[in-house]
């Protein structure tokens, strides 16, 4: 399966995409996920893409692009894959096509988490991610078991520089701006699907999981 998980900053994208990692044992490809492991590691795609990050921008197109498309050509793609924060723009979904049309792969489905404005800033503020496994959690709606301690593996958790409430403002609206035509894109297409995002997260876990069943046959 080739799958897009698509929403708005904070709607649960990486939360879920986790889960359907283990339930149908192919790859997340989270774009952001790579810029932060680039930034941290200072290299050169790291410095591109830290000031855009860091102000809540896209990173530009050329970059993104480039980066998925290497990501895609690995063998471990061949089986099928859930892109996570990928395409975030027009031009970044017909760059998509492209690319999978060179490997000859189709999109399978898009999946898009539904969450209303008004709930994303609270979630991404309370967000922390642990430092050593990734593994995400929220100080209200998904607390670990101790306080800032990943339950996975025991390390310390922290807070995404761009999870404050300013930055949110503006990836809401590079969101409003950009992202959310995708949704008319992939209707048109015929591969999308919506899930309400408000629920809690094994049932959203379970809905996403439900419509891939039907669409596996
Ligand atoms: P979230 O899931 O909260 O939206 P991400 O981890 O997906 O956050 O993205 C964090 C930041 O990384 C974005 O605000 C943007 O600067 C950059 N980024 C991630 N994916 C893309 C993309 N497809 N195109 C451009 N920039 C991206
Ligand atoms: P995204 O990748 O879309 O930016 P995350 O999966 O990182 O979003 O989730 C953002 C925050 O919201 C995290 O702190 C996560 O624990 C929390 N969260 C995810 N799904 C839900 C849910 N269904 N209900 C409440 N909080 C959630
Ligand atoms: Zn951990």
Same mark, same amino acid.
């Given at each position: 399966?080739?799958?897009?998980?698509?929403?708005?900053?904070?709607?649960?994208?990486?939360?879920?995409?986790?889960?359907?990692?283990?339930?149908?044992?192919?790859?997340?490809?989270?774009?952001?996920?790579? *810029?932060?492991?680039?930034?941290?590691?200072?290299?050169?795609?790291?410095?591109?893409?830290?000031?855009?990050?860091?102000?809540?921008?896209?990173?530009?197109?050329?970059?993104?692009?480039?980066?998925?498309?290497?990501?895609?050509?690995?063998?471990?793609?061949?089986?099928? *894959?859930?892109?996570?924060? *990928?395409?975030?723009?027009?031009?970044?979904?017909?760059?998509?096509?492209?690319?999978?049309?060179?490997?000859?792969?189709?999109?399978?489905?898009?999946?898009?988490?539904?969450?209303?404005?008004?709930?994303?800033?609270?979630?991404?503020?309370?967000?922390?991610?642990?430092?050593?496994?990734?593994?995400?959690?929220?100080?209200?709606?998904?607390?670990?078991?101790?306080?800032?301690?990943?339950?996975?593996?025991?390390?310390?958790?922290?807070?995404?520089?761009?999870?404050?409430?300013?930055?949110?403002?503006?990836?809401?609206?590079?969101?409003?701006?950009?992202?959310?035509?995708?949704?008319?894109?992939?209707?048109?297409?015929?591969?999308?699907?919506?899930?309400?995002?408000?629920?809690?997260?094994?049932?959203?876990?379970?809905?996403?999981?439900?419509?891939?069943?039907?669409?596996?046959?």
């Amino acid at each position: 399966m080739q799958l897009l998980l698509m929403g708005p900053p904070g709607a649960g994208k990486g939360t879920q995409a986790v889960k359907l990692v283990e339930k149908f044992k192919i790859p997340q490809i989270s774009t952001g996920d790579m *810029f932060r492991a680039a930034v941290k590691a200072g290299t050169e795609l790291g410095k591109k893409a830290k000031a855009c990050m860091e102000s809540g921008k896209l990173v530009p197109d050329e970059v993104t692009i480039g980066i998925v498309r290497e990501r895609l050509s690995q063998d471990d793609c061949k089986g099928g *894959f859930i892109l996570d924060g *990928f395409p975030r723009n027009v031009e970044q979904a017909k760059a998509l096509e492209k690319i999978l049309d060179e490997l000859n792969l189709k999109l399978t489905k898009v999946l898009n988490i539904h969450v209303p404005a008004a709930d994303l800033i609270e979630r991404a503020v309370g967000r922390r991610v642990c430092k050593n496994c990734g593994a995400t959690y929220h100080v209200k709606f998904n607390a670990p078991k101790v306080e800032n301690v990943c339950d996975n593996c025991g390390e310390n958790l922290y807070q995404r520089a761009d999870d404050n409430e300013e930055t949110m403002k503006n990836r809401l609206s590079v969101y409003e701006e950009s992202t959310r035509p995708l949704i008319d894109y992939y209707e048109k297409i015929g591969l999308y699907t919506e899930i309400d995002g408000r629920q809690p997260i094994d049932k959203v876990t379970e809905e996403l999981e439900n419509v891939l069943y039907s669409v596996k046959e």
